[in-house]
C-alpha cells in the first residue's frame, strides 16, 4: 500500500447509480468499483435513483438478452463492508415499485454480536438530496 | 487545488472525453494540480494507439498523450474496463497471450484501486460522463 494511504483520510464516497441493470453495463462496472473501493477503509454507501432502483430488483433473469446476471453480487455489498444502501422512494413509486419488489440485501453488525440487519434504507428525494451533498466523493453510474 | 479526473466515456462519440481534456488542460495551466486522470468504462478506448481520426479532425488520443508528456500527467486505464474493450500494453499482452498491444504514450494500465486512490487524495474528483 502506498505512502499516501497510510495517511488515515477517510471520506464519505457515495456510489450514485441511476441506469437500469442492463441496456447499458454501467451498472455492472459501478458495482465493481464499489466493492474494490470498499478495500480502501472509506465510509462507503450506496444510492439508487431514477431508472438505478431497477438495479436491486430481486428475480432478475437475463437468459433471454444472453447478458450476464450480476444480480447476486449486491448481496456482497454487505460482506464488503457496505451498511447503508440508500435507495429513493419517489424513484421507486414512479416505476411501480416498492421495498417489497427488491432483493432483501443484509449486513451483519459487528458491533451487535452479528446480527443481520438490513442494509436498505428507502429514502425521499428531500433526504437524498441531503446525503448526496454531505458526502465527500461522488461516482456516477 | 488538486484535482482528480474520471472519464467514463469514449472518444468522438460522446464529448466527455474533449470536456475532460479541456478542463485538465485549462486546470493545469492555471497552476492546478491533476493528480490522475482514469479512464472508465468505454473511456478506455481512449487509451489505443491505433485510432487514426480524419486529418482536419482533433486527435484526442494523441492529445491527451502530449498533454501527459508536458505535466508529467498520470493516464490510468482500468485493467479490467480495458480487458473487455481490448485495450493491451506489453504486460497485458503477455498475461493474456495475445498477439498484440495498443496501449498510447503516456497511459498505462492499472486497478479500480487508483481511482478510489485518487478520489481519497484529491480535494475534488470530476467526473465527465454521459
Request: hydrophobic share 40%; charged share 25%.
Amino acid at each position: 500500500m502506498s505512502e499516501e494511504l497510510q495517511s488515515g483520510i477517510v471520506k464519505k464516497f457515495l456510489y450514485i447509480n441511476r441506469r437500469a441493470p442492463h441496456g447499458t453495463n454501467y451498472a455492472q462496472e459501478g458495482l465493481e468499483v464499489a466493492l474494490i473501493g470498499a478495500a480502501f477503509d472509506q465510509d462507503v454507501a450506496m444510492a439508487y435513483l431514477d431508472d438505478g432502483v431497477f438495479q436491486l430488483k430481486s428475480g432478475q433473469d437475463t437468459k433471454a438478452i444472453g447478458t450476464k446476471n450480476f444480480s447476486a453480487t449486491y448481496r456482497a455489498l454487505g460482506d464488503y463492508d457496505v451498511k447503508l444502501v440508500y435507495v429513493e422512494r419517489e424513484s421507486l413509486e414512479r416505476r411501480g415499485l416498492s421495498e417489497d419488489d427488491l432483493m432483501p440485501l443484509v449486513y451483519e453488525d459487528e458491533d451487535d454480536d452479528w446480527e443481520e440487519k438490513p442494509l436498505i434504507h428507502v429514502v425521499s428525494a428531500g433526504e437524498m438530496q441531503k446525503i448526496i451533498s454531505e458526502s465527500d466523493v461522488l461516482l456516477n453510474f | 487545488m488538486k484535482f482528480a479526473i474520471l472519464v467514463n466515456e469514449g472518444p468522438y462519440t460522446h464529448q466527455a472525453s474533449d470536456s475532460a481534456f479541456h478542463f485538465t488542460q485549462a486546470a493545469l495551466e492555471q497552476g492546478h494540480q491533476v493528480i490522475r486522470v482514469f479512464f472508465y468504462h468505454d473511456g478506455v478506448n481512449n487509451g489505443t494507439r491505433l485510432t487514426t481520426p480524419p486529418q482536419d479532425d482533433r486527435h484526442v488520443t494523441n492529445r491527451w498523450s502530449e498533454l501527459a508528456e508536458k505535466h508529467d500527467l498520470d493516464l490510468v486505464v482500468c485493467v479490467a474496463a480495458a480487458q473487455r474493450r481490448g485495450v493491451v500494453d506489453e504486460d497485458e499482452q503477455k498475461r493474456n497471450s495475445k498477439d498484440a498491444n495498443n496501449i498510447a504514450d503516456g497511459f498505462r494500465i492499472s486497478g479500480l484501486g487508483q481511482l478510489i486512490e485518487a478520489g481519497i487524495q484529491a480535494d475534488r474528483l470530476v467526473t465527465f460522463g454521459d
